[in-house]
């Protein structure tokens, strides 16, 4: 945890350029926006992934990231609509472990997006891995 940035910005020791600091959360300006205003939402209880958030503070984190993306739209900057995002994992494209959710404020031809070029499986393929993943939700109490 030594090595976590957002833990030094939360504790108040790295700067950060603050937009909402609440008693279980912190939102400020990402140093390499996607867009313009692009920010992240961060709880101050440090969590490196999913798993290792606690289920409260990941719903203040989207809570306030919900409330974010509402005062962008109403905000003098240019939206037209928002992203929220969360990687969780290197593959996922996680690189500061401590969970964090990216706002990312979007305008028409901004040139951010996330597109896949899959095909659409079948409804076998579809039914097999909702099967899967209920199978795991019920392993865990969830």
């Known amino acids: ?3 976590c940035i957002f833990c030094a910005i939360v504790a108040g020791t790295a ?7 609440e008693s279980d959360v912190l939102a400020f300006m990402d140093i390499r926006p996607f867009t313009p205003g692009h920010l992240l ?5 440090h969590a490196s992934g999913l798993a290792q958030l606690d ?4 719903a203040k984190v989207f809570a ?3 409330r974010i993306a509402t005062a962008l739209r109403s905000s003098a900057l240019p939206v037209d609509g928002v992203n929220l995002f969360l990687a969780d ?5 996680q690189e500061v472990f ?4 990216h706002v990312v404020p979007r305008t028409a031809r901004d040139g951010f997006g996330v ?8 409804r076998t393929v579809l039914d097999g891995t909702a099967d899967a993943i209920r199978s795991a939700l019920g392993s865990d109490g969830a």
């Open 41 to 45: 939402v961060v709880p101050k209880r």
């Open 64 to 66: 306030a990231g919900q």
């Open 115 to 122: 597109r896949a070029n899959a095909q659409s499986p079948t």
């Open 15 to 21: 700067p950060a350029s603050v937009v909402l600091d």
């Open 98 to 101: 401590h969970v964090h959710l």
């Open 89 to 93: 994992g290197v593959a996922a494209g």
């Open 1 to 3: 945890m030594s090595d």
């Open 55 to 58: 289920p409260e503070d990941g």
